[in-house]
C-alpha cells in the first residue's frame, strides 16, 4: 500500500537508459516509502533534461551541482530527504560528498568510492553531519541472508572457522567495451570504474561475508588477473582471508567465467555447523550439521526464522522474492531510519569504507606477488 507520507528522494545519476538507476527507482517505490520528486539524471545536460522527461520527474536539473543549490533554495519542507547516486563510480566521492556536506542524507551506489582516503573522508563527514548514508549492498536485503547473518551472530553455528564467498560473471568473456556494451565500457575504463571485477563484484562479495559473520577482516593475500587482452582493469580475482580471532576464508571471482550468469553464493563453516546461501535461489538456505540431514530453510520457517528476515519478506511462501525486493528492502530500512521508526539494518558508510580498504589491499597484495597485506 501507498505510504500516504512518502519521503521525497532525489537521484543523481541513472538515465533512461541505465540498468541500475531503474533498478533504484523501482525499488524505492515498491513500498510507498519514496517518491522521486527531483534528479540530475545525466552527464550532460541535454541528456539529463531529456531523461527527467522521459521517466516524468517533476523537478528536473542539467547538473548536479544545479540540483544542490535547487534545492537548498528551497523551504526545508520542500526539498528532497535523500539523494540517491548512481552514477559510474569515479562520481560517487564528489557528489556524496556535496550532499551530505550540505545535510542531506545519501543511498550511494557501490563502491562507495574509489580510494581510501576518500572513504575516510566521506565517512567522517557523515559522522560529523549526523545524516544517514546507505551503500546499497543489495544482496544484504534478501529475508534469508537476514536469517543467516542471525544464525551466525546467534552461535548456531559455533565459532566460524571459514568463510568461502565466490561471485562467478561471464558477461565480459569478450572485449564488450569494445562490442557496443554501454555497461562494459564505463566499468572497464579505471577513470571512470577505479577497480574492475573487484570494484564490482568483489566488493559485493567481501560485504555478504562481513556482513553475515561480522568478523573483521585483517588481511589478504590476492592473484589479480586480467584475462581479455587489452582490457584495462582485473576481470578476475582470488583472495585468501584472514579474519581477527583466527578464522580463514577465500574470496574467488570472475566476470570472465563463460557461461556464467551471476552466480554469488557463500558457505560458513563453524565448530558445529555450516551453512550456504546462493543469489540464483535465493529463498533457500541449507544448514548443515555433523552427522545429520541436511534442513532446507526457505521463507516459510514460522517462527523458526528471526525477526529480521519476517520483516524483510513481502510475498506468502512458495512465491520467490528477488532482486528487486532485495534492493526495495535497503530503502525502506532508510525511509523508516529517517522517520525514526524501527527499521531492517543496512550498510551503511562504514560498510562502504571497509569495502574499498579490501579493494585497495587486495590490489596492493597482488602488486607485491599476493603478499599478506593489511586491510587498513
Not at 286 to 297: A, F, H, I, N, S
Amino acid at each position: 500500500m501507498e505510504n500516504p507520507r512518502p519521503l521525497k528522494l532525489g537521484m543523481v545519476g541513472g538515465g533512461k537508459d541505465a540498468f541500475i538507476g531503474a533498478v533504484h527507482r523501482m525499488a524505492a517505490r515498491l513500498d510507498g516509502e519514496w517518491a522521486l520528486t527531483a534528479g540530475a539524471l545525466s552527464s550532460t545536460p541535454e541528456r539529463a533534461m531529456e531523461s527527467a522527461r522521459a521517466i516524468g520527474l517533476p523537478r528536473a536539473y542539467g547538473t548536479w551541482e544545479e540540483m544542490l543549490a535547487g534545492e537548498l533554495a528551497l523551504p526545508p519542507g520542500e526539498r528532497v530527504d535523500a539523494v540517491s547516486v548512481v552514477t559510474p563510480n569515479h562520481m560517487h566521492f564528489p557528489v556524496a560528498r556535496a550532499f551530505v556536506d550540505a545535510g542531506f542524507s545519501v543511498v550511494c551506489d557501490k563502491p562507495m568510492v574509489l580510494t581510501a582516503a576518500q572513504g575516510r573522508e566521506l565517512a567522517d563527514l557523515v559522522d560529523a553531519r549526523g545524516v544517514s548514508f546507505a551503500v546499497t549492498y543489495n544482496y544484504t536485503g534478501y529475508p534469508l541472508v537476514a536469517e543467516a547473518r542471525r544464525l551466525v551472530r546467534e552461535g548456531a553455528l559455533g565459532e566460524v572457522r571459514k568463510v568461502v564467498v565466490t561471485y562467478t560473471q561471464g558477461w565480459l568473456s569478450t572485449p564488450a567495451e569494445r562490442e557496443g556494451s554501454k555497461q562494459a565500457e564505463w566499468r572497464t575504463d579505471p577513470a571512470r570504474a577505479g577497480a574492475g571485477a573487484l570494484g564490482d563484484i568483489g566488493s559485493h562479495a567481501e560485504n555478504l561475508a562481513s556482513w553475515i559473520t561480522g568478523l573483521a577482516l585483517e588481511e589478504v593475500a590476492a592473484d589479480v588477473s586480467t584475462f581479455v587482452p587489452g582490457r584495462r582493469v582485473d576481470d578476475d580475482a582470488s583472495v585468501l582471508l584472514r579474519f581477527a580471532g583466527g578464522a580463514r576464508g577465500a574470496l574467488v571471482i570472475s566476470q570472465v567465467a563463460t557461461g556464467y550468469e551471476n552466480d554469488l553464493r557463500i558457505r560458513v563453516h563453524g565448530t558445529t555447523g555450516s551453512l550456504e546461501w546462493a543469489q540464483e535461489e535465493p529463498n533457500r538456505l541449507t544448514l548443515r550439521r555433523q552427522g545429520e540431514p541436511p534442513t532446507v530453510l526457505t521463507r516459510a520457517g514460522g517462527p523458526f526464522l528471526g525477526a529480521d528476515a519476517a520483516a524483510a519478506t513481502r510475498l506468502p511462501s512458495g512465491h520467490p522474492e528477488g532482486f528487486i525486493e532485495a534492493f526495495a528492502n535497503v530503502y525502506s530500512a532508510v525511509a523508516r531510519r529517517l522517520r525514526g521508526e524501527e527499521h531492517l539494518p543496512f550498510p551503511d558508510h562504514r560498510d562502504g569504507l571497509r569495502g574499498v580498504l579490501f579493494i585497495e589491499a587486495a590490489l596492493r597484495s597482488s602488486a607485491d606477488g599476493g603478499a599478506w597485506t593489511r586491510v587498513e
